[in-house]
């Protein structure tokens, strides 16, 4: 056994020996609308060297692949074959990728507008504690490659309610890390008085990076993959990481989630098998007053509540309520920037999954709010989303976290001493 990790390892450490280029390299987007265009799909994601962003796994899902230019004639072909009509987002994504890179040194305080690395992230929580008395910094474990991850909690008055954010889980989704800066800043420094008593009322539990090997892996410039997601375990000599919003306990491989290695939502070999989702979970147990849980990820522009593999509501006792709730936060994120959400059960609005960190806190811990938030969508219809774009996003997500906020109290949520 000790003999096969090692061949594991250097296979994979041979596999990652630079970073990946996606010079000439199109991004193209479509819908599968019949079943005779999935089975094509699924034997193009299984025999070529296509990259699908997320699997092909059900009629009606919206997908987007990255392919090389050489290789574009053969999809073509499929696509005229089957009368799938498709979208060109970009002919080179790595002009995209290299658009993000950071134009100056960082410093103190952060202007977000740019991606910072996890280094910078954490120094500035670091900051923050420092310069705030109600802010320290958490630790809520350790990873594959030895990395902390790390939170920060904001508490005025501990019999608040409190709300936990988990963001970068999906390592390569970055605008969900750098809102969630934004909202640890202007939480701790907002002067106006009605944001004020809000904030205020609340134990806020904010984790930037969740995932921070794999968020690590998007920024490596030399050895890394700006479209990874997973984590960076090794369960599997050809295939690197887990899909760890696919590893959580409560309905694990219900369905919505892979059993092959390879699979971008490959969801572990057993459910938890991943130390990230373990220790945010084990984490999280500790937390009192669960009054609000919420994952955020990007693109599809959407608030989703529970339950993902199903669209009965049997057990979503409060579903009227989490309806409610995700339309007043529909409708207080467009009135900022007329950015455009739709909200609902995950399967029927997005596509089926299982073993989610949202279906955890919801199912297992019995948190009343929880949602997902699906952030805005970059020009190339991908998760790429152009940095001047960061601060605009995180207004109509922190706008609709207060309509949550504020909703909620009208149905009987978030009162203290639980
Ligand atoms: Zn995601």
Redesign the pocket.
């Known amino acids: 056994m000790k003999v096969l990790k090692v061949i594991f390892t250097l296979a994979l450490v041979l596999a990652a020996a630079s970073a990946k280029n996606y010079k000439n390299h199109k991004v193209v987007t479509f819908k599968i609308d019949n079943d005779e265009q999935l089975k094509e799909l699924q034997e193009l994601e299984r025999n070529s060297g296509v990259t699908f962003l997320e699997p092909p796994e059900a009629v009606n899902s919206k997908l987007a692949i990255v392919i090389q230019s050489d290789l574009f004639g053969m999809f073509e072909e499929i696509a005229t074959a089957t009368n799938l009509s498709f979208k060109v987002t970009s002919d080179d994504l790595q002009k995209i990728i290299d658009s993000e890179k950071p134009k100056k040194q960082p410093k103190a305080a952060l202007d977000h507008d740019r991606y910072y690395t996890l280094e910078e992230m954490e120094e500035f929580m670091t900051e923050m504690a420092a310069a705030h008395r109600s802010a320290s910094v958490f630790n809520v474990g350790r990873t594959t490659e030895g990395r902390t991850i790390k939170g920060i909690k904001i508490a005025t008055d501990m019999s608040n309610p409190a709300i936990f954010i988990e963001a970068n889980?999906?390592a390569r989704?970055w605008i969900s890390s750098a809102t969630a800066l934004w909202i640890i800043e202007t939480v701790l420094t907002s002067t106006d008085p009605e944001s004020r008593e809000i904030f205020d009322g609340i134990t806020w539990y904010i984790v930037p990076v969740t995932n921070p090997d794999g968020f690590a892996y998007t920024h490596d410039e030399v050895n890394g993959d700006r479209l990874w997601r997973k984590t960076k375990s090794i369960h599997n000599i050809f295939c690197m990481g887990v899909d760890p919003?696919r590893n959580f306990g409560y309905n694990w491989m219900m369905g919505g989630s892979s059993a092959l290695p390879c699979s971008t939502t490959y969801a572990g070999p057993s459910a938890f098998s991943e130390p990230e989702t373990r220790a945010l979970m084990d984490y999280y147990e500790t937390v009192p007053n669960k009054m609000l849980y919420l994952c955020f990820?990007?693109a599809a522009q959407m608030i989703i509540y529970p339950l993902g593999h199903t669209m009965e509501t049997t057990d979503v006792p409060n579903v009227e309520d989490l309806d409610t709730i995700a339309e007043a936060a529909a409708v207080a994120l467009k009135a900022v920037h007329d950015t455009d959400y739709i909200y609902g059960n995950g399967y029927r609005i997005l596509y089926q999954t299982s073993g989610s960190s949202r279906d955890h806190a919801y199912g297992h811990f019995k948190t009343p709010l929880v949602f997902t938030y699906e952030m805005r969508e970059g020009p190339e219809n991908i998760f790429i989303l152009p940095p001047d774009q960061i601060i605009a996003n995180s207004e109509e997500i922190l706008a609709s976290l207060v309509a949550i906020i504020q909703t909620g109290k009208t149905l009987g949520y978030f009162n203290a001493n639980l």
């Open positions: 889980i999906h989704e919003n990820h990007s």
